[in-house]
């Protein structure tokens, strides 16, 4: 490939990045790399659906907006979140103009489902499978697209800057041929999700091991509120099974499902008020919590008492996999453990998707806009990708950034790759050894100890990975090792940062909220050193204008 150019370029193709493909291609040509397959993302395992407001007799934009700043404890960013709730019904109208098939009732509207959170039915669904079918319609629309070119299994390993530090690209690593290659476009954009896999056990596909998140940070953007975690209320236990575990949706909760222990006491209603209708990170712990103090593995799930036609239509893969791991759901209760799944921080970005550094945008869930606070909302998520993605190709449009050549083209990676091969052995022990740890020291429920443990134990770690990137061992695994270390890193320092317990953010040493709100922001200086600091969040502004700034670095 040598040097590639294009006017935009997309690093990742999940919802956001196939989106913002999208929404780009109107104004010039647009590049998608993506290290797996096209269709390897984390919208493919989205069950539950995409909140928004679509029934304006029964629900309203204040209505969910009041619930997302609940469940966000605080710490949401008011214009952010009426950004994407006001905007919502446009985007789930312009998702069926392209294409995807939702679920409707007999009499064609669109069925609408209730999860975890919120007040009302509003989540637009395609039975259990929404992400999968959102995804098959935008990578349907994007491989037909003239402007647009994907290009699978090469992996994203640095963003390319000039002197000033202005974005023009990415450094891409093509495994097959085990070369460099350089990608350069006037406009960059992240679309790269998650950092599950930095966990032992996640519901988040093998790709999501913080690339974005990475490679925004060692080129110093500004990184938010690393520390909350969302860990997945509801996962399928199965002993001795893949640490990659099967999610069971919120909106079987929404449906009546039931948590019980396992002597059958049904526990949600000593936690909260909305019983088992309670935000995410409050039945994460309440079930954390029931499973410690009873010493059992995991709790259960009772879907006995609701009607099986009705829960298979509703529910067909997750019926479908629960019956393949032995259960009767007429009978069985559905035995869950609580899983990472998804990263509420990630790169500072504006209400238009731009990042600190300029030419550089960030989407999805590797982004931070402030939406979703210290706890996201059940199924704000494809809708915060949506809105945002079509809001960074408009800017980056809008700005100005057709493809030039940057000042100085850089001619060579700094690293020459080395011609002997690495050891496996030693990256997976590497890999094992950072999961393991942030599961026992930095999960659910923190300590400073803990943490501060976990703090000394990675950076041994990170010196071992460091030695063999500067060796020249690249390949895939070495680099995703890479990122995953860096993630795990900005993790736990933003923990340690933040002296209260709010949100996903548990710490036994500090079990108060304080007073103040404040997002947590982490920043690689041009010297390499680390600057931390907790920023009071913005209140919402009374003209609608922009109120978290991303800012750019000079």
């Known amino acids: 490939m040598g040097v590639l150019r294009s006017q935009f370029l997309i690093l990742g193709s999940g919802v956001a990045g196939l989106k913002t493909a999208l929404s780009a291609a109107r104004f010039g040509t647009v590049t998608v790399i993506t290290k797996k397959e096209d269709f390897e993302s984390n919208t493919n395992y989205a069950q539950g659906g995409i909140a928004s407001v679509l029934d304006t007799q029964s629900d309203s934009f204040e209505s969910h907006i009041r619930d997302t700043l609940q469940a966000g404890a605080g710490l949401c960013h008011p214009d952010a979140v009426s950004l994407i709730v006001t905007r919502g019904p446009r985007e789930i109208e312009d998702l069926i103009r392209l294409g995807v098939e939702f679920t409707r009732t007999e009499d064609g509207r669109l069925e609408l489902a209730r999860e975890g959170g919120h007040s009302r039915r509003r989540i637009v669904h395609a039975k259990d499978l929404t992400g999968r079918e959102v995804e098959r319609c935008l990578l349907h629309n994007a491989r037909t697209h003239p402007n647009i070119q994907l290009i699978e299994h090469h992996f994203s390993v640095d963003l390319v800057l000039d002197e000033n530090r202005r974005c023009w690209g990415a450094w891409v690593w093509d495994e097959s041929r085990r070369e460099m290659h350089l990608c350069l476009a006037g406009s960059t954009i992240l679309a790269t999700g998650g950092c599950g896999l930095v966990y032992l056990h996640s519901t988040n596909p093998p790709i999501a091991t913080g690339d974005g998140v990475a490679m925004a940070f060692r080129a110093g953007a500004r990184i938010a509120n690393m520390e909350f975690i969302q860990f997945h209320p509801t996962s399928l ?318």
């Open 237 to 554: 236990y199965m002993p001795g099974g893949s640490h990659q575990t099967f999610l069971i949706s919120e909106a079987v909760r929404g449906e009546g499902a039931i948590l019980r222990t396992r002597d059958g006491t049904a526990f949600m209603e000593k936690y909260h008020p909305l019983k088992d209708l309670a935000p995410r990170d409050i039945v994460a712990r309440a079930i954390d919590s029931e499973m410690k103090n009873r010493g059992d593995k995991c709790c259960y799930l009772d879907v006995t008492h609701i009607n099986q036609d009705f829960f298979h239509r509703r529910f067909p893969n997750i019926s479908s996999h629960c019956e393949k791991a032995g259960l009767n759901l007429a009978k069985d209760w559905i035995p869950i453990v609580p899983a990472a799944h998804y990263m509420c921080g990630g790169v500072i970005t504006g209400l238009n998707g731009a990042t600190a550094i300029e030419g550089l945008f960030c989407v999805g869930e590797a982004a931070c806009t402030g939406v979703h606070g210290a706890n996201r909302l059940a199924s704000n998520s494809i809708l915060e990708a949506l809105v945002f993605s079509t809001l960074a190709a408009e800017t980056a449009h809008q700005q100005g950034y057709p493809y030039q050549e940057p000042p100085r083209l850089p001619e060579i990676y700094p690293l020459k790759p080395h011609p002997g091969q690495l050891e496996a052995v030693r990256l997976v022990n590497c890999r094992q050894a950072i999961r393991s740890l942030m599961w026992d020291y930095v999960g659910i429920i923190r300590t400073n100890d803990r943490l501060q443990q976990a703090r000394k134990r990675l950076g041994v770690l990170i010196e071992e990975i460091d030695s063999y990137f500067q060796a020249g061992h690249i390949n895939e695994q070495l680099l995703e090792l890479r990122n995953l270390a860096q993630t795990a890193e900005l993790i736990i320092l933003s923990a340690l940062q933040r002296k209260e317990s709010r949100g996903l953010h548990y710490n036994l040493d500090y079990p108060h909220l304080r007073g103040s709100l404040e997002d947590t922001v982490l920043q690689r200086q041009p010297d390499g050193s680390l600057h931390i600091e907790s920023i009071p969040i913005p209140v919402a502004n009374k003209d609608g204008g922009q109120a978290w700034t991303a800012g750019h670095s000079s």
